[in-house]
C-alpha cells in the first residue's frame, strides 16, 4: 500500500514570499489532515477535511495559511505571506475516518520542512 | 483546553536498560491515545489505546492505558541504540484530531 505522499520535501523562502505545499492521502481514505510541526515541538493540527469538506480549522491562521481538498483526495496548503515563525514541518496524514477503531489506521506523510529566511 | 503531557521530555539511558515513558492527557470527548516514534521524518505508528487496563505489546515495546488517571505509559525493554527517537503521545478526539504532546527525546548509548 503506498503511502501519503508530500511535496516539496524542503522549501527555503524569503519573508513574506508565498509557499503551497502537496499532499496526496493513502487512496481510499476519506479524512485528511494538515499538521504544523516546529521544532522541538509535537504536531499540531491546522485543518482536518473529510472527504473534500473541512471539519475543524479553528487553528488555521486564515489571515495567512488557506488550504483546500479538491475532489476529496488531494490537497494543497498554502502560506502567503510567510513569516519567520512559519518555519516548521508541514505533515499531512490520513485516515480511514474518524472512528477509534479506525485511527490505527492513520498514517503521515515525510512531511516538509519550510525554512523562512 | 485539551492538552498532553509527556514526561521525561529527554532520556539518555544504555543498551539493555529498560525506559518507562509517560503520558498524560485532558482530551475533550476522547475516544483513543495513540503512541508514535518520529526519527528524522514521518511519525510512525506504535500503538493505539483505546480500553483501560489492556496491555498492548510488540517485540520489546509495550504501553497500557489508565482511563480514570487519564495517563497511559510506553515501556521499552533491553533498549538498542536504534530506539533513539523522539517518542510521541497523541489523544485522540471524537472528530478524528489528534492532540500531540511534546515528546520525549530518547538517546541511548552503546
Known sequence: ?117 | EDKVVQSPLSLVVHEGDTVTLNCSYEVTNFRSLLWYKQEKKAPTFLFMLTSSGIEKKSGRLSSILDKKELFSILNITATQTGDSAVYLCAGGGSQGNLIFGKGTKLSVKP
Open chain 1, 1 to 117: 500500500e503506498a503511502g501519503v505522499a508530500q511535496s516539496p520535501r524542503y522549501k527555503i523562502i524569503e519573508k513574506r514570499q508565498s509557499v503551497a505545499f502537496w499532499c496526496n492521502p493513502i487512496s481510499g481514505h476519506a479524512t485528511l489532515y494538515w499538521y504544523q510541526q516546529i521544532l522541538g515541538q509535537g504536531p499540531k493540527l491546522l485543518i482536518q477535511f473529510q472527504n473534500n469538506g473541512v471539519v475543524d480549522d479553528s487553528q488555521l491562521p486564515k489571515d495567512r495559511f488557506s488550504a483546500e481538498r479538491l475532489k476529496g483526495v488531494d490537497s494543497t496548503l498554502k502560506i502567503q505571506p510567510a513569516k519567520l515563525e512559519d518555519s516548521a514541518v508541514y505533515l499531512c496524514a490520513s485516515s480511514l475516518g474518524v472512528r477509534a477503531r479506525s485511527m490505527d489506521g492513520y498514517t503521515f506523510g515525510s512531511g516538509t520542512r519550510l525554512t523562512v529566511v
